[in-house]
């Protein structure tokens, strides 16, 4: 993946603009967001390398806030990965109940820990290489670790980020890499991690699925798909949460 070179971006872009006036475009936009966000930052409660990778591959389908509530239990009861290698699956699955799918959450982060017990000594890659071979864990889940755990630029391609990514103009792929790649291309690499955070952090307060808060949105004079949602000041503000559940 490139960082800033704009020579490197296709000759066209989704919105018509040129490549520099996109690059201008979609780095003032982050800078917009990074004001509007200060505290944005995984949303996922962890202390360990560890700790991000299982809190993460158990997200899927929930809520972080439901990982959050029931995270401190089971980091408490397997504190590294041979634990959950040697876990009784009844009872993992009694402390993964409250997130749904616990059957299938419970087998997958026994055999996360005894791939990483069996092939790297128990302790969590820090190459993407490497942390995609893991079972359960692609390209999205290795990002999410290999930023926030290691601090090794990548983009966290999730439902928002591709969302706001192809509302924003930045693309118009569909496909996580694609996009990952894509938007890579417009900002420089040391940006990549925050920039995610900015991105979900918006998409889950205020660039909603169904209903966007157009009216209140910081970035909307930028956004070329800002007609699209709601636009009085007022409706548009009640939409806005003020933190992210999902």
């Keep these: 993946m490139a960082s ?12 018509g603009e040129s490549r520099l006036a996109l690059v201008r475009r979609a780095r003032r936009i982050d800078r917009v967001l990074a004001d509007t966000y200060p505290q944005a ?6 202390t360990t390398p560890l700790e991000l990778l299982v809190a993460t591959v158990l997200s899927a389908q929930t809520t972080d806030v439901r990982v959050n509530a029931t995270t401190p239990a089971l980091f408490a009861r397997y504190p590294d990965a041979a634990a959950y290698a040697a876990a009784d699956p009844e009872e993992l699955e009694e402390i993964l109940r409250p997130l749904g799918f616990f059957r299938a959450k419970a087998k997958a982060v026994m055999g996360l820990g005894k791939a990483l017990a069996e092939r790297f000594g128990g302790e969590v890659p820090g190459r993407l290489a490497d942390l995609v071979t893991l079972p359960g864990v692609g390209r999205k889940t290795a990002n999410v670790v290999l ?7 990548g983009i966290t391609v999730d439902t928002h980020f591709g969302r706001l990514a192809r509302r ?3 693309t118009a792929e569909e496909d996580p890499v694609k996009v990952e790649h894509a938007v890579g291309e417009l900002f420089p690499r040391k940006d990549w991690v925050m920039l995610s955070h900015h991105l979900v952090w918006h998409g889950r307060r205020v660039c909603h699925a169904k209903r966007p808060a157009c009216g209140a949105c910081p970035v909307a004079r930028w956004c070329p798909s ?9 409706a548009a503000a009640a939409l806005v949460r003020t933190s992210g559940p999902r």
């Design 226 to 234: 800002s007609g699209t949602g709601e636009q009085d000041p007022v």
């Design 4 to 15: 800033s070179d704009t020579a490197a971006l296709p000759e066209t872009t989704p919105t």
């Design 168 to 170: 924003l103009g930045f």
């Design 147 to 153: 930023g926030n755990a290691f601090g090794v630029p």
């Design 41 to 46: 930052r995984a949303e996922l409660d962890f």
